[in-house]
Structures are given as structure tokens and as C-alpha cells.
């Protein structure tokens, strides 16, 4: 395979990605074709970023296909394998982060001044464990340093990234933070083993991401159930058990937030941005839009 124009940014050569060590923070960024690799017990927790193509692994039985501007999170200690196509290159970028420093941000994220000052080196040891799953960049604060990360290795050498110590503090800390966020999500759920909240939870996580993608279509819950392979109600009250909110109100919810860019844009006109994002009419969107913003959409052009 012919070199990057960046050979210093871009490992082609599959031997020299698989020979390199991963027991410490490090970033790895990639351009390959027909890559195959079983991954064994690194002590790190490692995010597989997508740039473009498509990343398979398997973990557990299950199969994440990691796509364009996607990354999936693996915990450490995990047997897994991974795959890329020999037919399309793929590019991507792959983060490790040692349990040291998920401790150490982990020991100080949600605790007062006061506790911190009086407790300063807590040697306590903190298992984590994260949801593995695949994750779009564009819905988490993690995802978003990634996509920085991704242009700093674009234009700065790899190195220079890698050995960027504030980068791995940022992306521990959204990582975390995001993982709280979605912990608390999962145990709202009332079933009592964890493998099947987590189950549960990542098929609503789907049927949220196909109403975020899909907002401006006519939608009924049973064909957004069916997304989520549960029945209607099932998912009806999943749904509402995880995000606090009915998959009808989200949806709506969404629409309306998406008016709001238009609006705000002066390119459209108050019925063709109710159009744009799948109310039936001008009347319907002004009644939710005021119910929800406390002004009309006129009004809210005029400001």
C-alpha cells in the first residue's frame, strides 16, 4: 500500500499497529486495509474512532460495526478481535487510557474543595466498568475531543499529540462524564439484572439516535419500536423509564430544537421550516413552538 503523504501520522504497515505498546495513555492513527488483530488483556480502556470506512469487532459473542465520524468504547482486560475489510481502506484513530488516570479523574470529578483539600493523595482503587457500546460523535462531549483530537493529528505531528498530557485529562474527563450520564440512564430502569438493563438501554439508545437522524419524517411509535425490536409498549415505557420523557414528546422535543437553527439561519420561512422539520402545518409548529419557547416563531425572528 502506497505511504500518507503523513508517513509520521499514518501507520499503514499492520505489524508496526499491532506491535505497538498499549499499556499507557496513547493515541494511534491509522489508514489500512485487510486488518485482522485479537486484542488480549491490555490494561487500558481504548476508544476505536471511525474517520471513514467501517471498523468490525467482536466482543462477547456481539459484533459492533464502527462507521464514519463512530467510536466504540472497550473496557480493559477484554478478549476481543477486530476487523477491517481488505476491499475499502479505513481510517481511523484509536485511543488508549490507562486505569491510572480514569482514576485519578475519576477521584476528583463530583467531590467538594473541601473533601479533596482534607483527603489529597486517596489511594483507594475504583473499577470501572463502561458500556461498551458504539457511539456517535456529534451526541457526546467526548465524541466532540475526539473529532479535535482527529484535526490536531491532521496537522501536528503524531507525536506532539501523543505526548499532549492535557489530551488525555480532557478526554478521561468526558469520558466519565458521559458514562455517569448514561449509568444513571440505565438504572432508571426497573429490571434486575444489569446485562438486561444494559440490553434494554441499548435499544432505545438506537430508536433515540433513528428519531435524532429521522426527525423530520412522519413517524409512529410502532415503526420506531420496531427499530428497537420491542414491542410498542415495551418500548413505550423503556423509553420513558430512560430519557424521563415519551419517544412522541422527544420527538417533538427535537423538531423544535432543530426549528430553532432554522430560524435562526433567516433562510426559510416560518411554514417551510414547519415543513422542514415534519409538522403538517404552519398552525400545528406555532402552537408547539410557543408552547415550548414561550413566544411564537414571528416573534422569535423579530428579537
Request: some cysteine; overall charge positive; hydrophobic content about 35%.
Amino acid at each position: 500500500m502506497a505511504k500518507n503523504s503523513h508517513p509520521t501520522l499514518t501507520l499503514d504497515d499492520h505489524e508496526e499497529i499491532k506491535s505497538i505498546p498499549k499499556n499507557s495513555n496513547t493515541v494511534i492513527h491509522s489508514k489500512v486495509k485487510g486488518f485482522a488483530h485479537a486484542f488480549t488483556k491490555e490494561p487500558t480502556t481504548s476508544i476505536k474512532y471511525v474517520v471513514s470506512g467501517e471498523e468490525a469487532y467482536r466482543i462477547d459473542g456481539h459484533t459492533y460495526r464502527v462507521q464514519a465520524d463512530e467510536f466504540l468504547i472497550v473496557n480493559p482486560e477484554r478478549n476481543y478481535e477486530g476487523y477491517i475489510d481488505e476491499r475499502k481502506e479505513t481510517e481511523g484513530v484509536c485511543i488508549y487510557l490507562h486505569k491510572e488516570i480514569i482514576d485519578s479523574v475519576a477521584k476528583v470529578l463530583g467531590k467538594a474543595d473541601q473533601t479533596l483539600l482534607d483527603n489529597p493523595f486517596d489511594n483507594s482503587i475504583q473499577n470501572f466498568e463502561f458500556f461498551e457500546n458504539i457511539y456517535k460523535s456529534h451526541n457526546s462531549a467526548l465524541g466532540l475531543v475526539i473529532r479535535k483530537l482527529y484535526r490536531n493529528i491532521r496537522h501536528r505531528s503524531v507525536e506532539t499529540v501523543r505526548n499532549d498530557h492535557d489530551l488525555y485529562y480532557a478526554l478521561t474527563e468526558m469520558l466519565l462524564l458521559d458514562q455517569q450520564k448514561i449509568a444513571h440512564e440505565i438504572n432508571r430502569l426497573k429490571s434486575v439484572k444489569l446485562s438486561t438493563k444494559q440490553e434494554l438501554y441499548r435499544r432505545v439508545l438506537i430508536a433515540k439516535e433513528y428519531l435524532d437522524e429521522f426527525y423530520y419524517k412522519k413517524l409512529d411509535i410502532n415503526e420506531v419500536s420496531q427499530v428497537a425490536a420491542l414491542s410498542e409498549y415495551h418500548f413505550f415505557r423503556t423509553f420513558k423509564q430512560v430519557f424521563g420523557i415519551s419517544p412522541h414528546k422527544y420527538l417533538i422535543k427535537r423538531r423544535l430544537e432543530k426549528s430553532v437553527e432554522l430560524l435562526r439561519q433567516n433562510r426559510y420561512t416560518i411554514t417551510e421550516v414547519a415543513y422542514l422539520i415534519g409538522f403538517p402545518d404552519i398552525h400545528s409548529f406555532s402552537k408547539s413552538f410557543k408552547k415550548a419557547f414561550d413566544i411564537t416563531p414571528s416573534k422569535f425572528i423579530g428579537q
